[in-house]
């Protein structure tokens, strides 16, 4: 387990508020088990704004026809997924809505993934953050992914009050375009921390 304080769960909520941006008109479908951290996105960035959460039960969650059914009668504005379940969704066929806006996160976007979802959607945003740092860290309006092929799509910039460096063994920042470890510091840090490493 991870502890986290209030001030970091209320930073991220907060930030996320701002961008990828949820107003009190939205629904957003949610469709990740309760012990999983993107959950506090899912349930607490609604209620933060007044807006309508629709629970995807197990089953449809794990099932891209019945997930597309759910979003289809719920008018559904928002949802947040991993690509697994992006994909899922659109072998189901789900055509999308230009007043969608799909949120991916846990796993790395590939660019042929979000190839596809541009057209179905009218705004792509990629997250990512690990638990450690409570929940999320960073965050990527995607444009055009053609330009990040063959790689995945970048993890984007930081959220509010958050500080991300790639640095060398000796904790040194690297030039661009080296390999290094991503430090992240700031308000989402959990307890008990100094720092977190979270990838190569």
């Not at 607490?44 to 891209?64: K, M, N, R, T």
């Not at 993934?113 to 990527?140: D, I, Q």
């Amino acid at each position: 387990g991870v502890r986290v304080p209030h001030r970091a769960v209320s930073n991220f909520l907060t930030s996320m508020q701002r961008e990828p941006g949820l107003a009190a008109h939205d629904r957003l479908v949610a469709v990740t088990t309760l012990s999983f951290d993107i959950a506090v996105l899912e349930l607490l960035l609604p209620l933060s704004v007044g807006a309508q959460i629709v629970l995807a039960d197990h089953e449809a969650a794990g099932d891209g026809k019945l997930l597309l059914a759910l979003l289809e009668s719920s008018r559904a504005t928002v949802m947040q997924a991993t690509p697994s379940t992006w994909r899922m969704l659109l072998d189901a066929g789900w055509a999308g809505s230009t007043q969608f806006k799909a949120l991916c996160g846990g796993e790395a976007l590939a660019p042929d993934l979000a190839m596809s979802l541009l057209p179905r959607c009218g705004a792509l945003w990629n997250l990512y953050g690990p638990t450690e740092t409570t929940v999320g860290s960073c965050t990527l309006i995607v444009d055009g992914p053609g330009e990040y092929a063959p790689a995945t799509v970048p993890i984007g910039r930081p959220i509010a009050n958050t500080e991300l460096y790639v640095l060398d063994a000796n904790c040194r920042p690297v030039p661009i375009g080296i390999i290094g470890e991503l430090y992240i510091g700031g308000a989402g840090v959990g307890l008990d921390r100094d720092h977190v490493v979270v990838a190569d």
